[in-house]
């Protein structure tokens, strides 16, 4: 859901990165997050355990200019793809504008993308949000890998409704700020739009169940994974935290792919811009959307999502600390 805040005149939007396990997710956020072009992005947050990383940052491309004189800023996210706790996925889809679904292009790995692509769908659609309305892209990653299956036939499996689709080599950059592109794009252009992404016959949202455990599928289990980390781990606490049930971290373009380039301005391509003194009937942030982001008109309601995102942060609190005495238990093991 695009939020709007008018106090400081800005746009967010956010992007999730999606996949099976291992198969690029946290790749393409550290080259998004290392291109020196890149300004004006915030700290990148890393939250580990020993099966994989959920990272965030986000930025505010000049480049994309405005709409309607708001300023546009892109969150983006990664989910942990091994299938130890779904509830994450869950949580980090919510309120989600956009997609970009890493595929592993490896044909042994067939499976493991149809079953992640069918979990993305099934959590958009406990969300509230509709599949065949939110901006989604597909990236085929891995291509220099032997046994690869060709694009006719990953389409033929993972895209039948002809969607954005990008060939990449994210361990070497390549086809990763295309990727980024076409799902910004698809994002700003159902904004101008009023593209309306809610599923309404959806039951109502309901907190997390952060107790809720799915099964893991022998070909998603992945390798552990330390943290990247290089400061010492921080002490371990007084009294140990209480047991955990699970861990919470876990328009312009068709259908072909796009070209592998060198790494250049993430939005170089990608114009955007109602411009503030652009005719009102034109702006995606009239009428109805400003009636809906009222701040003062919707006081109660921001109290209750306050309350949530505190409930949240608390969890996250919590798990962080028992991440850190976790890691803290596995350097002494390997240091033994």
């Given amino acids: 859901m695009v939020l709007i805040n008018k106090a400081i005149n800005e746009v967010t939007v956010k992007l999730v990165y999606y996949g099976p396990g291992l198969c690029g997710k946290t790749t393409n956020l550290e080259k998004i997050y290392g291109n020196p072009k890149l300004e004006n992005k915030g700290k990148m947050i890393s939250m ?18 405005t709409i309607a004189g708001q300023k546009v800023r892109v969150q983006l996210y990664t ?44 959590n958009l659609r406990l969300n509230r949000l509709d599949p065949k309305k939110v901006a989604i892209v597909l990236q085929y990653n891995k291509r220099d890998l032997p046994n690869v299956d060709s694009v006719e036939d990953m389409n033929e499996y993972l895209n039948p409704d002809k969607v954005p689709f990008v060939e990449a080599v994210a361990r070497d950059g390549v086809g990763v700020t295309a990727t980024l592109r076409a799902a910004v794009a698809k994002i700003l252009d159902n904004v101008k739009n009023n593209v309306d992404t809610t599923l309404y016959e959806a039951p109502e949202l309901s907190a997390p169940d952060m107790s809720a455990k799915s099964g893991v599928a022998q070909h998603s289990a992945g390798t552990p994974k330390l943290s990247m980390r290089t400061e010492a781990p921080a002490p371990a606490p007084a009294a140990p935290p209480p047991p955990m049930a699970t861990s919470p971290f876990e328009s312009a373009f068709h259908a072909t792919a796009v070209e592998d380039e060198p790494e250049e301005d993430p939005f170089g391509a990608v114009a955007v811009v109602a411009e503030p003194e652009e005719d009102e009937a034109h702006s995606p942030f009239s009428n109805a959307v400003a009636e809906i982001h009222d701040v003062s008109a919707e006081r109660d309601e921001m109290m209750a999502l306050l309350e949530s995102a505190q409930k949240v942060v608390e969890s996250l609190e919590v798990a962080l600390q028992a991440a850190r005495k976790h890691e803290q238990d596995i350097m002494e093991r390997m240091s033994r």
């Fill in 48 to 65: 580990s355990t020993e099966t994989d990383r959920t990272l965030f940052f986000d930025f505010m491309p000049m480049e994309l200019g």
């Fill in 79 to 122: 989910v942990p793809g091994q299938v130890f706790y779904d509830a994450t996925r869950k949580l980090v889809l919510r309120g989600a504008d956009g997609v970009v679904f890493v595929a592993d292009s490896q044909n042994s790995m067939r499976g493991s993308n149809i079953e992640s692509l069918e979990n993305l769908k099934t």
